[in-house]
């Protein structure tokens, strides 16, 4: 059963699903409803004993500060082996740098998987814990994001990041 969190933040509210394997769904302010609490849900109760410390790593990141999210377990239920692989690899890439499609297919054992890659990024559930936002086109450019490239935008500028030309 997923238990369903809310964090106000100075962008508006982020939702957050969690079960007892690990964090399920992160939904950013003003994105698709579809991670969202149901309505009637979400208030401030018991969790487990990571969600003080996720809280303050999430409104530590939307200030624009370095966070750590690698210590928050992530429930992957209904993901492909491959899918896995290639979210744990985005999950390793470093705050304030960028990764392609094609280099995270590679690094899940699938070199010619690029486009499945970017695939899986697009499922990802638990955007800014696993950056997706860090995932690039080989060009250089943005390619795409779930919630909008507003939102990536947004995000790889909070961490300074400069893309390649």
């Not at 939307?62 to 692989?85: H, I, K, N, Q």
């Not at 280099?103 to 697009?122: I, Q, S």
């Given at each position: 059963m997923r238990k369903y969190h809310r964090v106000e933040t100075p962008l508006g509210d982020l939702w957050f699903s969690y079960t007892e394997k690990g964090l399920y769904s992160l939904t950013l302010p003003g994105s698709s409803p579809e991670g969202a609490a149901p309505a009637g849900e979400g208030k401030a109760g018991e969790g487990p004993s990571w969600l003080p410390a996720f809280v303050e790593e999430l409104e530590t990141f939307?200030?624009?500060?370095?966070?750590?999210?690698?210590?928050?377990?992530?429930?992957?239920?209904?993901?492909?082996?491959?899918?896995?692989?290639v979210l744990e690899e985005a999950r390793r890439i470093p705050y304030?740098?960028?990764?392609?499609?094609?280099?995270?297919?590679?690094?899940?054992?699938?070199?010619?998987?690029?486009?499945?890659?970017?695939?899986?990024?697009?499922?990802?559930?638990?955007?800014?814990?696993?950056?997706?936002?860090?995932?690039?086109?080989?060009?250089?450019?943005?390619?795409?994001?779930?919630?909008g490239l507003h939102w990536k935008e947004y995000l790889l500028a909070l961490e300074g990041t400069v893309l390649p030309r």
């Open positions: 939307l200030g624009g500060t370095e966070a750590d999210f690698s210590p928050f377990p992530v429930d992957y239920t209904g993901f492909s082996p491959f899918f896995v692989r304030g740098s960028v990764s392609s499609y094609g280099f995270l297919a590679e690094a899940a054992g699938k070199p010619r998987a690029g486009r499945a890659a970017g695939t899986c990024m697009g499922k990802n559930r638990v955007p800014l814990v696993i950056p997706c936002h860090r995932v690039i086109r080989k060009d250089g450019t943005l390619g795409g994001f779930g919630s």
